[in-house]
């Protein structure tokens, strides 16, 4: 899957060098110089996080991350920082105001590419420097859904503390639950097809005691399974998502 990624920043020589850097690395990149007209793109266009500067045109980088918190369909957007800012004062400011991660000017390319990968696949575990920690302890999710609930399983996964793999199919999250190690699985459950009977067929097959959280898109019943199935009914906010993954997740039994 390639992530479209938003770069805010002032600076054209900045931009280019980001821009150059996370399109060598598979990212589609857009470019913006103030807060204004990234708020407008992003209600536009699907973007999966934003890289912004402090010093905006307009307004500050803190401002422009609490209109985007603010604003429930942008909300889950993840939002890294990337300024010559370096106080402790001007970092905490950055924390209160909805940041994912906080880098600093001048920046390594390999710190922001494990950043960008962090606040995509999971949530991110800062380094030294008085940085806030988040402890990775939310258990391990695998997802197959597809288009805007990409962005919102995301999004709930990162606010439940979850790590999280996407894959677009089924079958291929029910193989790799099969061979790896997962706390839950999510999973769309469509009008059309019986993906509830598949996979209630393919854990019985297999003998996996494996939670699942159905994202319903229908009134059918879910099958009972000792409470180990779940539901969320579409439409969903994230924070009504994070709590039913946090609340499946917590059931499993992990040590």
Not at 145 to 162: D, N, Q, S
Not at 183 to 206: H, I, K, M, T, W
Request: charge should be neutral.
């Amino acid at each position: 899957m390639t992530h479209r990624v938003l770069v805010v920043d002032e600076s054209d020589a900045l931009t280019r060098i980001v821009s150059d850097l996370l399109a060598r690395n598979g990212f589609e990149v857009v470019t913006v110089a103030g807060a204004d007209q990234a708020l407008e793109l992003l209600r536009q266009q699907e973007i999966d996080v934003v890289i912004s500067d402090v010093a905006l045109r307009g307004t500050d980088g803190f401002a422009f991350a609490r209109r985007i918190r603010a604003d429930a369909s942008l909300s889950g957007v993840p939002i890294v920082y990337l300024t010559a800012r370096t106080s402790m004062e001007d970092e905490f400011q950055g924390w209160l105001s909805g940041a994912d991660a906080w880098l600093a000017k001048p920046f390594r390319a390999r710190e922001l590419l494990d950043t960008l990968r962090r606040v995509l696949h999971g949530p991110v575990e800062s380094g030294s420097s008085g940085r806030l920690a988040v402890v990775r302890d939310g258990g391990r999710v695998i997802a197959a859904v597809t288009g805007p609930r990409v962005r919102l399983v995301r999004a709930a996964c990162r606010r439940a503390l979850c790590e999280l793999e996407l894959v677009p199919r089924l079958d291929t999250a029910m193989s790799r639950a099969d061979r790896e190690k997962f706390d839950l699985l999510v999973c769309e459950s469509l009008p059309a097809g019986d993906v509830q009977g598949q996979v209630s067929e393919f854990l019985g097959r297999f003998g996996l005691a494996l939670p699942v959280l159905f994202l319903l898109e229908h009134t059918r019943p879910l099958p009972d399974d000792s409470g180990r199935r779940h539901a969320v009914r579409l439409p969903a906010t994230v924070e009504e998502l994070a709590a039913a993954i946090a609340a499946a997740v917590g059931r499993a039994g992990r040590p």
